[in-house]
């Protein structure tokens, strides 16, 4: 384990966003491979190479084609969820929150920091001119068990790359670097967690990359999530997810203005694993639903409706999905 010395040397490198060097690396991963946490690998590269994250890079791909998008979110599972057609009470908050600001997910579940880089670097930020970026990303690479100054300079090596992707293909973009949420899952990960943030806020300039941490809103001193802001002590519930919109809106209302009456963002699109194995319960509820379609006369009412059943070929009223009854932990 490294000593704090070593970990002040990769803060310090860090904050100028240049190369960090002071901090030995781990041998290149070989491309193609898994990473798992070994140290010095969260600012390089790494595809994943299962053939559902296949699909859904390819996915991904075309769904930064298409439509236009002024609001980019990138992460994991945390992200991803959130405007998934797979998790429709969880994608009809993210509609009511950022409707009319044009905003696109690019989340997957189980990514590391590292599987976002080459994500980004293989097409799934090419030709997207975005004016605002929200990343939040490093919870997987934390990994489920403390380990210490090693993993806490390569999250922040990691998330620094991270950065510096993001400004070199979208330059014209307001970063908003979010604090890795607290989790309940083992509260030995609370300092660890704590002290990357730490890192994280110091990498803002207050203009193009913006901190925002929402912690102490999800969580208390100890790190304790507050009732009902997760069901499972990792992801969010809409009550978090709530907490997180309230944080970014702002943000958005001061760099893009007030959200429009329509919408011109890609549609949602979801786990491909996920297609097909819904049932009636865990469908959205389709009294709700047929009320909205009645009233589909109202232009802004019948954005709202397309935009948020909208499947990924463009067409509307699909087969409803449904909400996995399990989270897998640092999964989908």
């Known amino acids: 384990m490294r000593s704090r010395g070593s970990a002040s040397c990769v803060l310090a490198a860090a904050l100028s966003l240049g190369a960090i060097a002071c901090v030995p690396r781990a041998p290149r991963t070989p491309v193609g491979a898994r990473a798992g946490r070994t140290a010095g690998v969260a600012d390089r590269p790494s595809p994943r190479t299962d053939q559902n994250s296949l699909i859904a890079h390819a996915e991904l791909g075309e769904k930064a084609k298409t439509g236009r998008i002024d609001v980019y979110f990138v992460g994991d599972s945390i992200t991803r969820r959130w405007g998934a057609l797979d998790y429709p009470e969880l994608l009809a908050n993210w509609t009511s929150n950022f409707f009319g600001w044009n905003a696109a997910n690019f989340g997957w579940g189980a990514d590391r920091i590292q599987h976002i880089l080459w994500r980004l670097e293989n097409g799934e930020l090419d030709g997207v001119r975005p004016k605002v970026i929200v990343v939040l990303a490093g919870t997987n690479n934390v990994g489920a068990q403390p380990v210490g100054d090693e993993t806490i300079a390569d999250v922040t090596r990691g998330l620094v790359a991270l950065v510096e992707v993001c400004k070199r293909r979208a330059p014209g973009a307001t970063i908003v670097l979010t604090a890795i949420f607290p989790r309940n899952d083992n509260m030995a990960l609370v300092d660890e967690i704590d002290r990357i943030n730490g890192n994280l806020a110091r990498l803002a300039d207050g203009r193009t990359i913006r901190f925002l941490d929402v912690n102490d809103k999800l969580a208390d001193k100890e790190g304790k999530l507050f009732d009902g802001v997760s069901d499972d002590q990792l992801h ?67 954005t709202r409706v397309e935009h948020a059943l909208q499947t990924t070929d463009g067409s509307t009223n699909p087969p409803l999905t449904a909400v996995p009854s399990l989270a897998i932990r640092l999964g989908s």
């Open 236 to 302: 969010p519930t809409v009550k978090g997810y709530q907490i997180w919109a309230d944080g970014l809106k702002p943000i958005f209302t001061e760099l893009l203005g007030r959200p429009a009456a329509i919408d011109l963002a890609p549609p949602p699109t979801g786990d491909p694993s996920a297609r097909g194995r819904g049932t009636d319960s865990d469908a959205v509820d389709r009294e709700t639903l047929h009320a909205m379609q009645s009233d589909w006369s109202r232009p802004v009412r019948r």
